[in-house]
Nanobody, 124 residues
Framework: QVQLVESGGGLVQAGGSLRLSCAASGRTFSSYVMGWFRQAPGKEREFVAAISWSGGTTYYRDSVKGRFTISRDNAKNTVYLQMNSLKPEDTAVYYC?????????????????WGQGTQVTVSS
C-alpha cells in the first residue's frame, strides 16, 4: 500500500518552468515504478513520463521529450517531474501514480495507486 501526494503545480507563462513533486508514504517506495499522467478538461488522462525502481529506465510521451525530466529520490520517497519550456497545451491536472512492475508503464489503467493531482496552468 502506498499513498501519494503531489505538489508544485501553479500558473506559469509559456516558456517557463515548474517542478512537480510526489511524496509517497510507506517503506517500499523503491519497489514501485512511478509515473506521471495528466488530464486536461474534456480529455482523457494521458501518460507523461515513467521511471523504473532504480531510476535507470525512463519513458516519456513524444510531446514532452527534451522538455520534461522525471527523476526519483528513493531516500526521500519522492518522485519529481521537471518541466521546462512549458506550452499552453501542457495545461492540465497532473497526477502521480505507482505500480509494481515495469510492464505497461505508459498505461494509466495499469497503475494501482494515484495521488489527488496538482493543477498546472500555462498562459500564452
Amino acid at each position: 500500500q502506498v499513498q501519494l501526494v503531489e505538489s508544485g503545480g501553479g500558473l506559469v507563462q509559456a516558456g517557463g518552468s515548474l517542478r512537480l513533486s510526489c511524496a509517497a508514504s510507506g517503506r517500499t517506495f523503491s519497489s514501485y515504478v512511478m509515473g506521471w499522467f495528466r488530464q486536461a478538461p474534456g480529455k482523457e488522462r494521458e501518460f507523461v513520463a515513467a521511471i523504473s525502481w532504480s531510476g535507470g529506465t525512463t519513458y516519456y510521451r513524444d510531446s514532452v521529450k527534451g522538455r520534461f525530466t522525471i527523476s526519483r529520490d528513493n531516500a526521500k520517497n519522492t518522485v519529481y517531474l521537471q518541466m521546462n519550456s512549458l506550452k499552453p497545451e501542457d495545461t492540465a491536472v497532473y497526477y502521480c501514480a505507482a505500480k509494481n512492475t515495469i510492464v505497461d508503464a505508459t498505461t494509466a489503467h495499469a497503475y494501482g495507486y494515484w495521488g489527488q493531482g496538482t493543477q498546472v496552468t500555462v498562459s500564452s
